[in-house]
């Protein structure tokens, strides 16, 4: 099939997802339904490794304070751990809370019973074809996000917005 590469995949990736996509993202033992955002950011932190506020917000392509109130609700639900950097005071680094990994393991973002009943109906040959192919989209978008990032303003004294208004 010929045609716009870019085009073919956003006709297909939405049968993908709406195929495989969890429902809901819920705490198993409180049963609080968390959004979408929410489930992506405990998605990217573990328990033990932090990472730190700005390098998450540069890797999920939104500005540091966007992150930092999306964080801000997950430390108040008791999901994520915020805690100054050793190396770094100035910096904030994030872990997942055991409740956040509890979480994070209960869902994901796709089904796995439903990703297993897709490539189910594949041959062997077909899904090493398919993963190896979505290994290379993976690769590419983790660049793509990485040189897209929005990038912090720094403002001068003599640069600050003015936000007088007559």
Same mark, same amino acid.
């Given at each position: 099939?010929?045609?716009?590469?870019?085009r073919?995949?956003?006709?297909?990736?939405?049968?993908?997802?709406?195929?495989?996509h969890?429902?809901?993202? /819920? +705490? %198993?033992r409180?049963? *609080?339904t968390?959004?979408? &955002?929410?489930?992506?950011?405990? $998605?990217?932190?573990? #328990?033990? @490794?932090a990472?730190?506020?700005?390098?998450?917000?540069k890797?999920?392509?939104?500005?540091p304070s966007t992150?930092?109130?999306?964080?801000?609700?997950?430390?108040?639900l008791?999901?994520?751990?915020?805690? /100054? +950097? %050793?190396?770094?005071? *100035?910096?904030?680094?994030? &872990?997942?809370?055991?409740?956040? $990994?509890?979480?994070? #393991?209960? @869902?994901?973002?796709?089904?796995?019973?439903?990703?297993?009943?897709?490539?189910?109906?594949?041959?062997?040959?077909e899904?090493?074809?398919?993963?190896?192919?979505?290994?290379?989209?993976?690769?590419?978008?983790?660049?793509?996000?990485?040189?897209?990032?929005p990038?912090? &303003?720094r403002w001068?004294?003599s640069?600050?917005?003015?936000?007088?208004?007559?």
């Open positions: 099939m010929n045609g716009d590469p870019a073919r995949l956003m006709d297909l990736y939405p049968k993908i997802f709406f195929a495989c969890t429902r809901h993202v /819920r +705490d %198993p409180t049963k *609080r968390l959004s979408a &955002r929410q489930a992506s950011i405990l $998605e990217h932190l573990d #328990e033990r @490794n990472r730190p506020l700005m390098d998450l917000a890797h999920m392509g939104v500005t992150m930092s109130l999306s964080i801000e609700r997950l430390v108040r008791g999901y994520v751990r915020r805690t /100054r +950097d %050793p190396k770094d005071a *100035r910096r904030i680094a994030l &872990r997942l809370s055991p409740a956040g $990994e509890r979480v994070r #393991e209960a @869902n994901s973002v796709l089904a796995p019973a439903r990703v297993r009943g897709l490539l189910g109906r594949l041959s062997a040959l899904r090493t074809k398919a993963i190896d192919g979505l290994a290379l989209l993976a690769r590419a978008a983790q660049q793509f996000m990485e040189q897209t990032a990038k912090p &303003r001068g004294s640069q600050r917005p003015n936000h007088d208004f007559d």
